[in-house]
């Protein structure tokens, strides 16, 4: 007689509030305690308890991420759990969609699971019926559960009632817990009717938050639970537009398109309240006027294509914005932070086309080499070797071709930090764009990292990603090949002047220009090729003098 299979019990606790959790024993400690009871009951079945708890105090079953959850289904898919134990099912989770991919998952690893209190066997299409019942009733439960909340926040805001959130500028909680209202702080309310004047008197956002920045006038300063503080800080740009627009300082309550009386005191008089909303309106008019010229100027532009999909080093949106110098629109894409919070060193500020080039330039080097390398296919088959590397190029053509809003499809989102920059792909997209089915792509195709810098040349500030391609500079080779010549003239015994002349340059101009003819051969061929350093300019060339020995030379041009 063989020996029975023992099988490992993982349990799983679950607690959506954290009401009670630091005392000594509370749900998350039931729950277990009733799982291991059951597990002890089953031994004559070869149950065996692991020694591992997986408990997620405080997370809605509304989601499948949660610490402890993903830490479970990782030793599933590792081979090391035989049954999951829990509570009751909902505290695995209350989503119907959610429950069918734990399912699948757990299947895959050939792993069931147990609760203790609502006898299921999932091994049987009943059992799994009648789970998908009890969910879906879970589900049930939890959206309306959802709609009776959002009724009732609407029902309070209609009676003026305030219904928390962060508080505005001039405001504290009433001190009765039980009063949903709001009382006046009179030392922020100078501060709110101070910037409402100031916008009444000089009709501009950035001369106000000028004013506000030189006058030291700060953000709500809150005292979190914990002892940290969060705000009081100088006020941004934004930050007084909605000051500006919220109708809380008139004494109403707002919610969604509707605005209601409120039962806390106004700070601020309906007249000026309405002479402000008037000068904002004008300023916008005005703004939106600028905007279609703008349009009109852009219509040759193919746009900010990269928009909401590159993030910097800190997590921060690079947003798209824009100067006008001398009737030229110039794009950058910045970090968010420095158009919403001021100034900070460690904020990006790229330009816009050369950002753009790079990222395209990544995704197509990418692609190339996945196809030199056949690594497009998870599994390349005999034959397969052809039609895929047809498939790359054509996709390569068209982002060349009309890169921006395919470009755009393929990229799920980006991340910028010093030397580095890491793009995923859009896994569905780029194997409809392939014409792979989404399974078959090799996974290494779908995430590439380059290297990332930006350098100045001159005022120009240059983008570098990944492996640079040759980029002559045709002003620099032109000026080597005229050097080379003038040089020649010059050891024939032609004067300096003479040359000058016959140029129409000034002496100088010749004398500074013809040592380029005396560089290193390896920096010469270099401007031949395109190859030379992004920084090393004609400009800098003639700007120093050059040392006599070659390897000086390229160590000073940073070959």
Known sequence: ?????????????????EDGLDQDFNSLDAQYEACAAYVASQRHEGWTLLSGRYDDGGLSGGTLERPALQRLLEEIDA???DMVVVYKIDRLTRSLADFSKLVDRLEQANCSFVSVTQAFNTSSSMG??????LLSFAQFEREVTAERIRDKIAASKNKGLWMGGNLPLGYDRHPDPKARTLVVNEEEARTVRHLFGLYDELGCLRKVEERATAEGLRSKRVVRTDGSVKGDCPLSRGQIYYLLRNPVYLGKIRHKDKIWDGQHPAIIDQDIWDRVQEKMRQASNRSRARGDSDARQRSTDPGAWLTGLLYDETGDRLTPTHTTRKGRRLRYYISNRLISGGKDISGWRLPGPALEHAVM????????????????LAQPVAGSAEPVQTSVADLVTRLLGQGCQIGAALLAKGKLARGQIDLEFNHKTLASALGIAADHLHPDLTHVTASFDLRRRGVEAKVIAGDMAPQPDPHLRSMLIRAHGWARDLKAGVQLMEIARRESVPDAFIRTRAQLAFLSPKIQTAILDGTQPPELTLKRLVSVTHPLEWSEQERLFGF
């Open 128 to 133: 799994r019926l009648t789970l998908n019942v």
């Open 79 to 81: 081979g090391r759990i």
């Open 1 to 17: 007689m063989s020996p029975r299979r023992k099988i490992r019990c993982a349990i799983y606790t679950r607690k959506s509030s």
């Open 361 to 376: 330039d990544v995704i197509v080097r990418h692609l190339q080499d996945a196809a030199a390398a056949h690594q497009v």
